[in-house]
């Protein structure tokens, strides 16, 4: 009953490291998406799928790629870190267009700090 | 353009004690809205959706809101709150259609015993 796992869960970076966050759903979901959570901006859309081997851009996909090369996994990854990318990092999932039932099932975070 | 306002970054109640969370929302369109929560250190959970049917909605642990097309609102109630209502209660909007959610800032609800 895992549903929404992200790894890792806490990591400290240095200006100019990279890494990538992996997002594993279990529920077979079409739609996956990544958001960051910053003190008073609520989440914000980075990048989303709405399937397998599509990515989109959403509202702040800047410093940010993603991959989406198998249908359960949706990686997010920073090239280049910089500190304005310090945040908790949320992947959701969704069988239909989250517009149309609003239900995302979110993993519980990754918390990224870039030094 | 859609969005929604949360127009209270902390709520602090009494155990007992009727909540509420308000939100409006702007949409050229007729929206889709939800409420979600966030336990500290949890991701966010769905606790109640308007998708054009009844206007009152009734949610998960005695949380209801009401779509009120007049005033561009979709406040969050609860007639009694309890201890572990302390959360973060997240106010979004949705256009049909689209693979979007567009979240408020949030509101913090402390409750004390």
């Known amino acids: 009953n895992a549903g929404v796992t992200q790894t890792p869960k806490f990591r400290v970076l240095k200006t100019g490291q990279s890494m990538t966050l992996l997002c594993a759903q279990d529920m077979n979901h079409e739609y996956m998406y990544w958001y960051r959570q910053d003190p008073g901006m609520g989440l914000r859309l980075i990048h989303y799928s709405v399937g397998e081997g599509t990515t989109a851009k959403g509202e702040v996909p800047d410093g940010y790629n993603v991959s989406r090369l198998k249908k359960q996994n949706f990686l997010l990854g920073l090239e280049s870190a910089a500190p304005s990318q310090t945040s908790v990092y949320f992947c959701a999932s969704t069988q239909d267009r989250a517009a149309n039932t609003g239900e995302l099932f979110f993993g519980e975070g990754s918390r990224l700090t870039v030094l | 353009a859609q969005s929604v306002t949360q127009l209270d970054s902390h709520v602090s109640v009494s155990e007992g004690t009727p909540v509420l969370l308000r939100c409006n929302y702007s949409s050229s369109y007729s929206p889709s809205l939800f409420w979600y929560v966030q336990h500290p250190n949890k991701g966010l959970q769905l606790l109640l959706k308007y998708t054009s049917a009844a206007t009152l909605v009734k949610g998960i642990n005695g949380f209801e809101a009401e779509f009120k097309k007049s005033e561009t609102s979709f406040h969050l109630t609860k007639p009694s709150a309890h201890m572990s209502d302390a959360a973060e209660y997240f106010c979004?909007?949705?256009?049909?259609?689209?693979?979007?959610?567009?979240f408020g800032t949030g509101t913090r609800l402390q409750v004390f015993p």
């Open positions: 979004v909007v949705s256009l049909l259609n689209t693979d979007k959610l567009i």
